[in-house]
């Protein structure tokens, strides 16, 4: 795992400031302590920090082909990279490293942009062709890896951080108001957007092409509406394992020692199991909470006592949510996801043993293991038995309490009234529009006159290529919270630590197929995941297939009406920054309400304390002066 940087001034062909291409890879050191490179032009500046993984001694970056045409600096893991060295080497290539970045330099040099098609695993790189004076920058299918850019007065800066961009000098570093507004809408700021106006993430399964004439962004992948049709339950549960096997087996690929995070869900607890497979001792690591309705750490124990692992756990307090300011610098914007503490904390935890670990993230967006999805499809049979009268009244609730209506129960009514897409994207909603209206100050609301954050979603709802509500729920959830809440989590919180965290789960090829199937084996009856579990059955108990969904959660809310309502007051009302965007009015009333037992604001103070936390890091660095 690595972090890589660069700047191209295509427009007026001046070199990039040595100074600066240093500085901006720099900020992303923590990504790859183990060394730093520099490719100097003509052409861009690039720069790699590097964390040793595979061919340690000579794997260095940039990498380049033989007659140095091609350079390449690349964040990432290649799992099929020693298939593609074999076909490449048949071609007539020549390698000098047993690295997997030497090997996308030779398949760009056989294949041109197709290469991206034949990539398996997660990847943000950046490869420059002198030939053809091009640079392009591609991301993994699933997003498992960030890249960042800009398109600067002079041409284009790009980075594995957003602190990359802000640290060149060359962006006016402007908040963009509809981030802010999809920010307390969602929990998380959805991609390509970033909290600033001129810096975008870089779609997944995309990239981009740079020469002198401009910019164009092409995709190179995306799920399709082909159907796995097989011959009963039992072979597709033998298809599914023999799929999980190659891919958690791949994912092991390394020269350095490789653990596993392990929760004790079904996802952590799978990959354990399998993994246990192919090597002789795995090491995994488990976080738990001082309060007993959160703690998840007896299951752990019990998996790691099942496969005999080398286990370490840490037990979390109330004072560890303080590290949420320091976490700020780490997201670079507001991120109000308080899983992103345990996720850092059992970064740590593996860092000291491991350099590597494999984690169950993914399993709940492809195979359908969120509730959500569940309540939703008990919706939509309502919806076929309710007299149409009576869901137009239900569309009108949206969330407020409304004709004595708790605001749960309210909002249930209007997804229910609103039918199958707006019901499921109101439901991913944090906030409803009043509420938005009464915590924005005037100049945010003008600004944001017709802006409605739903339509995005709208638009990737609707681009599903399986069109039954299930599959377009999936779709749409894989294309937005999956890439900018949970891996941007897993990313930023590992890579604070120096730590590679693997998906074996996200694996394209285990995603093409979890999308395929049939509706009745991912959900059946009160559970998803059917089909997941059906296929570990051959390591687990059914007490342990069917232990209920507790997910990565901390217990701030009592924390937060307790011994962090100060540390939470301080952040809140002790900064200033965020009066041109928020009512502090309005902020206050909030955090009195959820004070007084009104819960269902809790993610609501979430964001506020996020966004105050982080608004004056990235606020000040964005009034740096801009780079002449």
């Known amino acids: 795992m690595c972090g890589i940087a660069g700047i191209w001034n295509y427009k007026s062909g001046r070199p990039a400031n040595p100074d600066t291409v240093r500085r901006i890879t720099r900020t992303v050191a923590h990504r790859g302590p183990d060394g730093e490179g520099f490719y100097w032009g003509p052409g861009p500046a690039l720069g790699h920090r590097r964390l040793s993984i595979i061919d340690v001694e000579r794997g260095r970056q940039p990498m380049c082909n033989e007659d140095?045409?091609?350079?390449?600096?690349?964040n990432g893991e290649i799992y099929n990279y020693l298939d593609l060295r074999h076909e490449l080497t048949a071609h007539g290539h020549l390698f000098r490293t047993n690295s997997d970045s030497e090997t996308i330099v030779h398949l760009y040099e056989e294949y041109g942009e197709s290469c991206f098609e034949k990539l398996r695993g997660m990847f943000a790189l950046a490869l420059w062709d002198s030939k053809r004076q091009r640079l392009l920058l591609a991301r993994d299918r699933l997003g498992i890896k960030p890249l960042f850019y800009s398109l600067s007065g002079d041409g284009i800066v790009f980075g594995s951080e957003l602190k990359c961009i802000r640290e060149s000098g060359q962006i006016a570093g402007v908040p963009d108001t509809t981030a802010i507004a999809d920010l307390f809408t969602f929990f998380y700021i959805p991609g390509p957007k970033t909290i600033y106006r001129d810096v975008f993430s870089l779609d997944p399964g995309h990239y981009l092409v740079v020469n002198r004439h401009g910019v164009i962004k092409r995709r190179y992948w995306d799920l399709t509406d082909d159907r796995l049709e097989l011959t009963g339950e039992k072979e597709y549960e033998?298809?599914?394992?023999?799929?999980?096997?190659?891919?958690v087996r791949s994912h092991l690929l390394s020269d350095v020692p490789v653990g596993a995070f392990l929760s004790g869900g079904l996802d952590s607890s799978a990959i354990v199991a399998l993994m246990s497979r192919f090597q002789s001792r795995v090491v995994t690591c488990s976080i738990g909470f001082d309060e007993c309705a959160y703690d998840e750490s007896t299951a752990a124990r019990d998996v790691a006592r099942q496969f005999e692992t080398e286990h370490y756990e840490q037990t979390l307090t109330a004072e560890a949510t303080r590290i949420l300011t320091d976490l700020a610098a780490s997201y670079d914007q507001?991120?109000?996801?308080?899983?992103s503490i345990p996720t850092y904390f059992v970064s740590r935890l593996a860092a000291r043993q491991v350099k590597v670990v494999l984690s169950g993230d993914g399993g709940d967006e492809i195979f359908a293991g969120y509730s959500r999805y569940l309540r939703h499809r008990v919706l939509q049979q309502m919806r076929r038995v309710i007299p149409s009268p009576l869901l137009n009244r239900f569309?009108?609730?949206t969330g407020k309490r409304l004709n004595s209506l708790p605001y749960r129960l309210a909002r249930v009514l209007h997804q229910l009234g609103a039918g199958a897409r707006e019901g499921y994207l109101h439901a991913l909603t944090i906030t409803d529009p009043p509420i938005r209206e009464e915590l924005f100050s005037d100049v945010l609301q003008h600004e944001l006159a017709g802006y409605d954050p739903l339509d995005h979603f709208r638009e990737i709802y609707d681009r599903s290529p399986l069109r039954d509500p299930l599959s377009c729920m999936l779709y749409l959830d894989m294309k937005t919270s999956l890439v900018d809440d949970i891996l941007t989590k897993v990313d930023r919180a590992s890579m604070a630590n120096s730590l590679e965290v693997r998906v074996p789960l996200l694996d394209h090829k285990l995603v093409e197929f979890a999308y395929s199937l049939p509706e009745n084996l991912k959900l059946?009856?009160?559970k998803?995941?059917?089909l997941l579990r059906g296929a570990m059955r051959r390591h687990f108990s059914e007490q342990h297939l069917d232990r209920p969904k507790r997910g990565f959660r901390l217990p701030i809310d009592r924390w937060l009406h307790s011994t962090l309502a100060p540390w939470a007051e301080k952040i809140l009302f002790e900064t200033r920054d965020t009066e041109d965007y928020l009512c502090a009015r309005s902020v206050r009333r909030i955090w009195r309400s959820y004070r007084n037992g009104e819960h269902h604001l809790a993610d609501i103070v979430a964001?506020?304390?996020s966004f105050a936390a982080s608004f004056s890091v990235w606020r000040s660095d964005s009034m740096s002066n801009v780079e002449g």
């Open 334 to 339: 507001p991120f109000p996801d308080h899983s």
């Open 395 to 397: 569309r009108g609730y």
């Open 238 to 247: 033998e298809r599914l394992y023999e799929i999980l096997e190659q891919s």
């Open 524 to 526: 059946r009856g009160d």
């Open 528 to 530: 998803g995941k059917y």
């Open 68 to 74: 140095e045409t091609v350079w390449l600096v690349y």
């Open 607 to 609: 964001i506020l304390l």
